[in-house]
């Protein structure tokens, strides 16, 4: 039986917002903290989860309020998603043994830009 969990996220920042942390003064502690920040968050949002079973697959939907960065540059956040799952507890690691996949998809919506994450347990490929 395949078992199915959501967490919605707000709109994090993209690739080149976090590279320009990196590059400005005080680079990387500006980056590391920005990059701690959004692990944390994930971490608190996804405290509601029930611990994941794994294999997992992650179907995330990305709803940006318009079409100016690039889909790459969004999806970059993935990264922060996963390690606040791990610091959460949600699952042991990010590895190839507990993620099979994900699936990203890109929408508009300018009232409510956010991240929306559908993970299905059980999953083997």
């Not at 994090?12 to 003064?25: E, R």
């Not at 903290?33 to 692990?39: M, Q, V």
């Amino acid at each position: 039986m395949v078992k199915m969990q959501k967490l919605v996220l707000k709109r994090m920042p993209g690739y080149n917002a976090m590279l320009n942390k990196a590059k400005g003064k005080h680079g990387l502690y500006m980056y590391t903290r920005a990059k701690n920040n959004l692990i944390t968050e994930v971490q608190i949002l996804a405290g509601k989860l029930r611990r994941l079973k794994t294999p997992l697959f992650l179907e995330i939907t990305y709803y940006e309020p318009h079409k100016k960065r690039d889909l790459d540059n969004i999806a970059s956040c993935k990264k922060f998603i996963f390690d606040g799952l791990q610091k959460a507890g949600k699952i042991r690691n990010d590895g190839w043994g507990e993620i099979t996949g994900w699936n990203e998809t890109f929408k508009i919506d300018k009232r409510n830009p956010r991240i929306e994450i559908k993970f299905i347990e059980n999953v083997e490929l």
